[in-house]
């Protein structure tokens, strides 16, 4: 099934270099509403997440993370199989279907896959200093799930959606 959720507490620390790490936590009851506080007893399972920002030679951009998945169990006998961890999954950027109004354009707003295509064509592109990766943009991963992130801030926290092709 494919199921809805909201990036909380998301965190990229700027201002490291141009690859950078980032963490956010996935609540997989969160969709319709805020994200679930951390003692809320409602949640049936959430994902956190944590992983870095690559920029390649070509200047495209890709998303190296790892994940711990844990679920509600009903009893405290069963802690030993509520936690999953899952330490490789990437990421590429996903283009639009029809690269129609604005080619380059990953998702229509100021992405990281829009640098890759403005910076990573043409001569001129290997004199100037690469960009900063970006999250910004539509992502996929390995299992075919999507994540957009959609809005970042200054303060480094940044603010998405992401829907799982996988439960
Ligand atoms: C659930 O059914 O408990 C929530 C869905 C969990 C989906 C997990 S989160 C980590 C991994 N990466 C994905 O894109 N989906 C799975």
Known sequence: PIR????CR?????GEGQQPTFGFTVNWKSFSGACLA???PGGDSTTVFVGQCFVDKSREESLHTMWLLREEV????????ATRL?????????PPPTPSHQPGLCTGSTSGCQLRIQHGV??????SPPPQCSLLGLWQNDLGSEMNISAGNNAGKFFG???TKVS
């Open 4 to 7: 809805p959720a909201l990036l």
């Open 10 to 14: 998301s965190q990229q620390l700027h």
């Open 38 to 40: 951390a003692a809320d």
């Open 74 to 81: 009903k009893a405290e006998k069963d802690d030993w199989k």
């Open 86 to 94: 899952h330490l490789r999954l990437y990421w590429e950027c996903r």
């Open 122 to 127: 043409g001569p001129s592109a290997d004199r």
């Open 161 to 163: 959606t992401y829907l």
